[in-house]
């Protein structure tokens, strides 16, 4: 029985969603406490452009925080420190690539506003 050909093309397109979200699954990045690489460029802080970007690196440092958190098995007593311990690791990380200083780092959400 030959397929109709109004079905053929949905067909095909449903196949291709469905091998595509299934790439992505297998890509999904790892819950480990790490940003992806990002190519040193010291930070100004006087330009605005520059402040955005160290804002976004901020928000990207919790969101890897909690995720990594969230994906171990600990109990609720060890998370607290766990995530202390990402956070500071990812800022150290982001104080290298970018030049500045953690405390630096730490202190910018507030001379952002």
Not at 32 to 42: K, L, T
Not at 68 to 91: D, F, G, K, P
Request: hydrophobic content about 45%; overall charge neutral.
């Amino acid at each position: 029985m030959k397929t109709p050909a109004w079905l053929e093309l949905p067909a095909f397109a449903a196949i291709l969603l469905a091998g595509m979200i299934l790439v992505m699954w297998a890509q999904r990045p790892a819950a480990g406490c790490a940003m992806r690489p990002e190519a040193n460029r010291r930070l100004m802080l006087s330009r605005q452009v520059d402040r955005e970007h160290l804002e976004a690196d901020l928000a990207t440092v919790d969101r890897v925080a909690r995720r990594y958190v969230r994906a171990s098995s600990v109990e609720a007593a060890e998370q607290q420190t766990r995530l202390l311990e990402c956070e500071a690791t990812l800022i150290e990380g982001l104080a290298t690539t970018h030049g500045l200083s953690p405390e630096r780092i730490r202190s910018a959400p507030a001379d952002i506003q």
